[in-house]
């Protein structure tokens, strides 16, 4: 089973200990919702938590397997697109996870694309308040707090 078959299946299980097994220590995520990436296996780890609860009937609903340029250095790496649905707030969310392994088969990089803008905003508002209700990132008191 490939990492990206053992990816979605955890995330299938909601099994948030294998989702963080598959990852690198030194993770980079980037999110549809803010600038920069979200870092490392612990924030990484926690922001998947917040959205296994914020989902509603999430669903893979397909997986390619090519190369492609990482975001940190732009060199080519192993990589898997797997498309998915899902609900938030009552928007109707259509997507892609981008995931970049590094040589021993682990997710170094991930990148989430979501569309319509929407549901974007649903989603940033939903995620957003579960950050802060995990304590892992301050209470806004700014316009930008996914800066």
């Not at 009937?57 to 498309?83: I, Q, W």
Request: hydrophobic fraction near 45%; charged fraction near 20%.
């Amino acid at each position: 089973m490939t990492t990206a078959e053992r990816f979605r299946a955890a995330v299938d299980s909601r099994d948030l200990a294998a989702m963080a097994a598959l990852v690198t220590d030194d993770v980079r995520l980037y999110s549809p919702l803010k600038f920069r990436p979200f870092e490392g296996k612990p924030m990484v780890t926690g922001l998947f938590g917040v959205l296994l609860r914020t989902f509603e009937d999430f669903r893979y609903t397909g997986h390619h397997d090519g190369v492609c340029e990482t975001g940190a250095d732009g060199t080519e790496t192993p990589s898997a697109v797997l498309t998915f649905r899902a609900t938030v707030g009552g928007k109707q969310i259509h997507g892609i996870d981008l995931l970049h392994f590094d040589g021993d088969g682990k997710v170094k990089e991930l990148s989430v694309m979501v569309r319509p803008l929407s549901a974007v905003q649903a989603l940033g508002e939903a995620v957003l308040a579960g950050l802060v209700a995990d304590g892992l990132v301050p209470a806004p008191a700014g316009t930008a707090p996914l800066d």
